[in-house]
């Protein structure tokens, strides 16, 4: 994983607006207040859209384009990435290259589900550009008015023409300084666009004549144990689509937030077996549970390694004897690489794409049993209160086991269904309320205790790898014998502040909303 060479990445918040061609629009030189320096700059941009044949990437809100002209002329991948903002990756343009380039193609499979890209569309732009910097020179926005004509490209050609004004924030801007030029611009006579993009405008038509690859079937009660569900998996479900090209480039976190979405959805789909059916659910959720391991190693080999920098930081010169801290990195990272290839051959499997069929189906059409249609505050508190009492078996195994290997295990195993429970809560959270909260604020606290004493049992292993890779080197064990003590003290203080954390979630304020 990692990005390739030559490809890099901006974030881009922006707002477009929609202008009647005879309409006169403040000017733009000075506009709000700014100084728009030398004034307008003219482009002549040429630039030709890819997409699969149902149109995959533009219905998720995705863009791939070839650009000619302009000062970042190039192939462009847009992500969604919050209100109003968008990651662009670029790659350099290659005068002999027309289709598109193999690192952006990857890193649109999740929406293509393996399609071939074709043009779609193409766009001639005559742009003016202005620039609005502060007095420090510093760039805060920059607005282009832009005159589109524009084709779509295939078997049925179209053709249209427009004009729209764009706003972009700069590297020292804010957005409230977007709303101020928003407010100017409406006065002149401008209106927010109705689409995210040029190439929705072109391709509107086609998108609302064919519908979205696995549309809603079915509606459900607003106020039922199955539409809290529903809104839950599907958030979960977004944010593994969100994750998928930043796994694959390897950037920071992905890897966890993409394991913990597809733990939520698997906890959810767990707890809640009688609003959905099972005998359709389960499969699904092994297929998540694959997804975890597979990703595990990369994960757990980046929480060792920060671990053990963080503590071999710590330590006084005088316990660190030879090149550690060099020594620790080079093997975990060796360890890290492999744990993303193992991620990345995951996400690149038909298996995993087979995954995303299975929640979209599921979203589209929920396997409905007697109990999804009755009302979620009534309903999700009996699906709450399994898992309550599932931890509450797995705390008192743990609780009846000597110190120990056996004991540490069954720790691991109440972290997990701890976790379970409090996925659970967060389906429920929207429609119980307070009680809900609170209960999932004990659970956190019980969370992070139970993690710091999974962390120090996991560590320890690596450290006496580590120990016997340096004996083997000619090293001094040492130092790694420190960290191991140090590691086993950690464990120990944890596993202490576990019966405090315990008793104040089984206070009865907490759990009472899960009696009946």
Request: one cysteine or more; aromatic letters at 4%.
């Amino acid at each position: 994983m990692g990005t390739p060479h030559g490809m890099s990445s901006v974030l881009e918040t922006e707002r477009k607006y929609e202008v009647a061609g005879s309409a006169t629009l403040p000017d733009p030189a000075g506009l709000a207040g700014l100084d728009a320096g030398a004034g307008a700059r003219e482009q002549r941009l040429e630039a030709v859209y890819f997409d699969t044949e149902d149109l995959s990437l533009l219905r998720a809100g995705v863009t791939l384009r070839r650009r000619e002209g302009g000062h970042d002329e190039g192939w462009h991948l847009k992500l969604p990435a919050g209100e109003d903002t968008r990651e662009e990756i670029r790659v350099p343009l290659s005068r002999a290259r027309r289709t598109p380039p193999a690192e952006l193609v990857g890193l649109t499979r999740l929406y293509t589900r393996g399609a071939a890209l074709g043009p779609v569309a193409e766009l001639t732009t005559r742009r003016r550009r202005w620039v609005y910097a502060d007095r420090r020179g510093r760039e805060l926005a920059e607005l282009v008015e832009d005159r589109v004509d524009a084709h779509t490209m295939g078997s049925e050609t179209s053709a249209m023409s427009w004009r729209e004004v764009e706003v972009e924030l700069g590297e020292h801007g804010q957005v409230k300084l977007l709303d101020r030029i928003e407010r100017e611009l409406l006065r002149g006579g401008a209106a927010r666009s109705r689409v995210g993009s040029k190439l929705g405008r072109v391709l509107g038509d086609r998108l609302a004549e064919a519908p979205a690859r696995h549309a809603p079937k079915r509606r459900v009660k607003v106020g039922s144990a199955v539409a809290a569900l529903l809104d839950y998996l599907a958030a979960q479900a977004e944010q593994l689509r969100a994750q998928d090209p930043l796994v694959r480039r390897d950037a920071p976190d992905a890897v966890h937030q993409m394991r913990v979405a597809s733990r939520r959805m698997r906890s959810a789909l767990q707890a809640y077996r009688r609003v959905l059916d099972r005998s359709v659910t389960d499969g699904l959720v092994e297929e998540l549970k694959w997804l975890g391991g597979e990703l595990s190693e990369a994960r757990d080999s980046e929480v060792i390694e920060e671990r053990l920098a963080e503590v071999v930081g710590e330590l006084p010169d005088e316990l660190v004897l030879g090149p550690v801290s060099a020594q620790v990195t080079r093997s975990l990272q060796r360890r890290r690489a492999a744990g993303r290839e193992q991620a990345t051959a995951a996400l690149d499997s038909d298996r995993y794409l087979a995954l995303h069929d299975a929640i979209d189906r599921l979203l589209a059409d929920p396997p409905l049993t007697k109990r999804a249609r009755r009302p979620a505050r009534r309903e999700l508190p009996k699906g709450v209160g399994r898992a309550w009492r599932r931890t509450e078996r797995r705390m008192r195994a743990a609780e009846r086991i000597e110190p120990g290997e056996a004991r540490d295990h069954a720790l691991h195993e109440t972290r997990k269904a701890a976790k379970r429970l409090r996925y659970a809560v967060e389906v429920a959270r929207p429609a119980v309320g307070k009680p809900a909260r609170r209960l999932k604020r004990r659970l956190k606290q019980l969370h992070t205790v139970l993690g710091d004493h999974q962390d120090a049992v996991v560590a320890r292993p690596v450290i006496r790898q580590l120990a016997t890779q340096a004996h083997l080197e000619g090293g001094n064990g040492f130092t790694y014998g420190v960290l191991h003590g140090r590691e086993h003290g950690r464990a120990d203080r944890a596993e202490r502040r576990v019966p405090p954390a315990w008793a104040r979630l089984c206070r009865r304020k907490n759990v009472k909303w899960l009696e009946g």
